[in-house]
């Protein structure tokens, strides 16, 4: 695999458009639960997500990464401020911040979804994608990068694995803050 790994830009817009097919990953998702409140994702359409994220991608810093194997996208990963992801610092949530404030730290991010194209999963991708993750967040001058993914793999659809394994941030030096929630840990590693 000759894999660049690149943040997702305006220009690069197509290739995620490539990734996520006409049906935007996830059942139309378009990488936008964690970024609405839930009555704006009941009412939400397929191509209104795509709408706007394609807006926030436009016109605001990457809100992710692209890995691209010769010239074909094949996994996505969203990683930015925790500020830029509201839905997943909720209260009640598994991924919210241990401090209450930590919500609106633009130095705290969050690695909060993977998409990898069928018959490139379970060759690494999301492992490559978390390193190249750190260095991005490196660069942005980030303290801690958090993960809330999901412990066991096995008997979990592909659907669910949209936050990742946790085998996936161990391996990368990420350790346990939390666990609200059976199977759920909340998960960083300082930079």
Same mark, same amino acid.
């Given at each position: 695999?000759?894999?660049d790994?690149?943040p997702?830009?305006?220009e690069r817009?197509?290739?995620l458009?490539?990734?996520?097919?006409p049906?935007g990953?996830?059942? +139309?998702?378009?990488?936008?639960?964690?970024?609405? *409140? +839930?009555?704006?994702?009941?009412?939400r359409? /397929?191509a209104?997500n795509k *709408?706007r994220?394609?807006?926030?991608?436009r016109?605001g810093?990457p809100p992710?990464?692209?890995?691209?194997?010769?010239g !074909?996208p094949v996994g996505?990963?969203?990683? +930015?401020?925790?500020?830029? &992801?509201?839905?997943w /610092?909720?209260?009640?949530?598994?991924?919210a911040?241990l401090i209450?404030e930590d919500?609106?730290?633009?130095?705290?991010?969050?690695?909060?979804c993977?998409? &990898?194209?069928? +018959?490139?999963?379970?060759?690494?991708?999301?492992?490559?994608?978390?390193?190249?993750?750190l260095d991005f967040?490196?660069?942005y001058?980030?303290?801690?990068v958090?993960a809330?993914p999901?412990?066991?793999?096995?008997?979990?659809g592909?659907g669910d694995l949209y936050?990742?394994?946790?085998k996936?941030?161990e !391996?990368?030096?990420f350790?346990?803050?939390?666990?609200?929630?059976?199977?759920?840990p909340?998960?960083?590693? &300082?930079?």
């Open positions: 695999m000759s894999l790994i690149l997702l830009t305006a817009w197509p290739l458009e490539d990734l996520f097919g049906r990953a996830h059942g +139309g998702c378009w990488c936008m639960y964690f970024r609405q *409140s +839930g009555p704006e994702w009941k009412s359409t /397929n209104g *709408s994220f394609r807006d926030r991608v016109t810093s992710g990464l692209i890995a691209i194997d010769d !074909k996505w990963m969203q990683i +930015g401020p925790r500020p830029d &992801v509201p839905k /610092n909720g209260p009640r949530r598994a991924s911040p209450a919500a609106d730290a633009e130095d705290i991010w969050a690695i909060s993977f998409y &990898v194209r069928v +018959g490139h999963r379970r060759a690494g991708l999301m492992h490559r994608l978390v390193e190249a993750g967040a490196r660069k001058g980030t303290r801690f958090e809330c999901i412990d066991k793999s096995r008997g979990v592909v936050v990742g394994s946790t996936v941030f !391996k990368a030096g350790a346990k803050l939390a666990e609200r929630r059976v199977g759920r909340l998960m960083r590693l &300082v930079l």
